[in-house]
């Protein structure tokens, strides 16, 4: 039976020369429109029955957003999360939401406005002196030629947070 065995002794060699200059990286995020947590109301949306009623068939509210233009509508994506709990404990979703009790919550973009849908009133609302239910919104400029991948999960709030540098 043979061992051969190599052990690393001595000094390390000199520093190896410096590598080529890399390619130019994607543009930051300085160019991402963001609001702050808005308290946002939603309004009933209903409709008269033939025998006098007044049915509600929805909810609905309508968020300015200035900075929201035409051209930014034609390539850029428009994001909008809900903080359900307070901004202490924060639990946020992307939009548009689907939950398996059948709520949701739709999104749609205009010019300088955002309008949200849903088939509950789902407003932001306050108890003990915190506020649940805050929207954001974040208006990403299609600056960039597409790519295979993208570097953020869009739908995941808290990797977003970090890849943007949001401060909430």
Request: net charge negative; charged share 15%; hydrophobic share 40%.
């Amino acid at each position: 039976m043979f061992m051969i065995s190599c052990g690393k002794e001595g000094a390390a060699g000199p520093e190896g020369p410096a590598g080529p200059v890399g390619p130019k990286g994607d543009a930051g995020s300085g160019s991402v429109i963001y609001s702050a947590w808005l308290d946002v109301s939603f309004k009933a949306d209903t409709i008269h029955l033939a025998n006098g009623t007044i049915d509600t068939v929805g909810f609905y509210t309508t968020i300015d957003a200035p900075k929201l233009t035409l051209a930014l509508l034609s390539k850029a994506d428009v994001k909008v999360y809900v903080n359900t709990n307070d901004a202490s404990d924060p639990e946020i979703y992307p939009l548009p939401y689907n939950a398996i009790s059948g709520l949701y919550i739709s999104v749609m973009a205009y010019t300088q406005k955002i309008q949200l849908y849903s088939n509950a009133d789902v407003g932001t609302v306050s108890a003990n002196g915190k506020k649940y239910q805050q929207y954001r919104y974040m208006i990403v400029p299609g600056d960039v030629t597409a790519r295979s991948a993208s570097p953020v999960n869009w739908s995941d709030y808290a990797a977003v947070q970090v890849y943007l540098g949001l401060k909430d």
